[in-house]
T-cell receptor, first 117, second 112 residues
Framework: GAVVSQHPSWVICKSGTSVKIECRSL??????MFWYRQFPKQSLMLMAT?????????EQGVEKDKFLINHASLTLSTLTVTSAHPEDSSFYIC?????????????FGPGTRLLVL | KQEVTQIPAALSVPEGENLVLNCSFT??????LQWFRQDPGKGLTSLLL?????REQTSGRLNASLDKSSGRSTLYIAASQPGDSATYLC???????????FGTGTQLKVEL
């Protein structure tokens, strides 16, 4: 099956620091990965679409200079939360898009919980 | 803009009961619809994927139906078990880059 991993699984940092989260597709290649954010008791909100070898596409209201996305290879996308603040504390989940003959779907990573103090 | 709503927001049932979770979406021009399960503090597990041309999909005790014209989907869980306790999310793919729009979720608790 298709497995997506995220690292770290959780991180606590001081306000003002930057945090990098990695998303890897372990047994398949993904030209497109997605980054979601989930606040407590809320659903997932798409932040950006990460395309290998090109700039990410951000959803309305998401600051591209604050949430830096790099998709340097077909198996790795990174999300860097720059100058993190307490309001950035959230659960960040990535997914990798797979286009199979029968259907297209996304496989999700286990998520990264970020707490900014 | 696609909006996805799920009702109820929370549900508590005794073990063994059959139950139905509802999902509605405002834009019927969808590519597919997917049901996920999320355990507390965890990522998502895909349960069922229904293409826009399909009416339903089944996997074990789960059955998902899709009525695209009315913008509705239901997830039927038969003979519920405590291990089914989780938050269930539906998500629609409206095309245009395979972006998923998630519903608000239904938090299910199956009690012994």
């Amino acid at each position: 099956g298709a497995v997506v991993s995220q690292h770290p699984s959780w991180v606590i940092c001081k306000s003002g620091t930057s945090v990098k989260i990695e998303c890897r597709s372990l047994d398949f290649q993904a030209t497109t990965m997605f980054w979601y954010r989930q606040f407590p008791k809320q659903s997932l909100m798409l932040m950006a679409t990460s395309n290998e070898g090109s700039k990410a596409t951000y959803e309305q209201g998401v600051e591209k200079d604050k949430f830096l996305i790099n998709h340097a290879s077909l198996t790795l996308s990174t999300l860097t939360v720059t100058s993190a603040h307490p309001e950035d504390s959230s659960f960040y989940i990535c997914s990798a898009h797979v286009n199979r003959r029968s259907h297209e779907t996304q496989y999700f990573g286990p998520g990264t919980r970020l707490l900014v103090l | 803009k696609q909006e996805v709503t799920q009702i109820p927001a929370a549900l508590s049932v005794p073990e063994g009961e059959n139950l139905v979770l509802n999902c509605s979406f405002t834009d019927s021009a969808i590519y597919n619809l997917q049901w996920f399960r999320q355990d507390p503090g965890k990522g998502l597990t895909s349960l069922l994927l229904i293409q826009s041309s399909q009416r339903e999909q089944t996997s074990g005790r789960l059955n998902a139906s899709l009525d695209k014209s009315s913008g509705r989907s239901t997830l039927y869980i038969a003979a519920s078990q405590p291990g089914d306790s989780a938050t269930y999310l539906c998500a629609v793919n409206t095309g245009g880059g395979n972006k998923l729009t998630f519903g608000t979720g239904t938090q299910l608790k199956v009690e012994l």
